[in-house]
C-alpha cells in the first residue's frame, strides 16, 4: 500500500491565483482530512469528510474548497491564493478501526508559499 | 469543541536524559489520545495511543504515555533520550461523540549529542 499520497511536494503561488491540490489514499478509509502547519501553531483542521460526496468544515475553512467524489481522493481547491495561506498542508485519512480507534494517517505534505 | 495544551515549545536535552512531555485537554467525555512525532522534514507518524485499559500506553522506540483522567492529562516520556529523538511532537485528542480530532501546537525537542 502507498498509504496516504500528496501532489505537489512544494509549489510557488501568485496572489490571486488558484491551485488544487491532490491527496489520495489506497487503505479504503471512510474518513479523509485537509490540515494546515504554521510554525507554533500545531494543525488547524480546514475540511474533513466522512466519505464519498460528504464534506465538511473545520477550523480554518475561510479561502478553501473541497470535493469528495470517490473515497479514494480528496482535493483541496484555493481559488484566490493569499499570503495568508502559505503554510504546509497535510492530508489525512482514518476508519474507526478497532474500538472506533480512528487512527490517522498522514501523507507527506505540500509546501505553499503564496508571494 | 475540544481544546488541547502541551506546555512546552521548545526542549533542549543532553543524550541519556530523561523526557517527559506534557499534554493536557479539556473535554468531559470519551476521548481517544494520540502521540505524533515529525522528524524533520518528514509528515506525522505515530508513536502511541490510548484507546481505553492500562492507561500507561508503551509505543516505540521506548516511548511511553500515561493517561490520568482526573487530570485530563496524557503526558509523553522516554527515560533516555538519543540525538535521534530529535523531532517536533504532537499530542492530539479525539472525541469519540462526533470523531473531532484536535492537535496540540507541538513541543520541539532538541537532543545534543
Known amino acids: 500500500n502507498a498509504g496516504v499520497t500528496q501532489t505537489p511536494k512544494f509549489r510557488i503561488l501568485k496572489i490571486g491565483q488558484s491551485m488544487t491540490l491532490q491527496c489520495a489514499q489506497d487503505?479504503?478509509?471512510?474518513?479523509m482530512y485537509w490540515y494546515r502547519q504554521d510554525p507554533g501553531m500545531g494543525l488547524k483542521l480546514i475540511y474533513y469528510?466522512?466519505?464519498?460526496?460528504?464534506?465538511d468544515k473545520g477550523e480554518v475553512p475561510n479561502g478553501y474548497n473541497v470535493s469528495r467524489s470517490t473515497t479514494e481522493d480528496f482535493p483541496l481547491r484555493l481559488e484566490l491564493a493569499a499570503p495568508s495561506q502559505t503554510s504546509v498542508y497535510f492530508c489525512?485519512?482514518?476508519?474507526?478501526?478497532?474500538?472506533?480507534?480512528?487512527?490517522?494517517?498522514f501523507g507527506p505534505g505540500t509546501r505553499l508559499t503564496v508571494t | 469543541a475540544q481544546s488541547v495544551s502541551q506546555h512546552n515549545h521548545h526542549v533542549i536535552l543532553s543524550e541519556a536524559a530523561s523526557l517527559e512531555l506534557g499534554c493536557n485537554y479539556s473535554?468531559?467525555?470519551?476521548?481517544?489520545l494520540f502521540w505524533y512525532v515529525q522528524y524533520p522534514g518528514q509528515h506525522l507518524q505515530l508513536l502511541l495511543k490510548?484507546?481505553?485499559?492500562?492507561?500507561l500506553v508503551k509505543g516505540i522506540k521506548g516511548f511511553e504515555a500515561e493517561f490520568i483522567k482526573s487530570k485530563f492529562s496524557f503526558n509523553l516520556r522516554k527515560p533516555s533520550v538519543q540525538w535521534s529523538d530529535t523531532a517536533e511532537y504532537f499530542c492530539a485528542v479525539n472525541a469519540i461523540r462526533n470523531n473531532d480530532m484536535r492537535f496540540g501546537a507541538g513541543t520541539r525537542l532538541t537532543v545534543k549529542p
Open positions: 487503505m479504503n478509509h471512510n474518513y
Open positions: 490510548y484507546f481505553s485499559g492500562d492507561p
Open positions: 469528510s466522512v466519505g464519498a460526496g460528504i464534506t
Open positions: 473535554y468531559g467525555g470519551t476521548v481517544n
Open positions: 489525512a485519512s482514518s476508519s474507526p478501526g478497532l474500538a472506533g480507534s480512528y487512527e490517522q494517517y
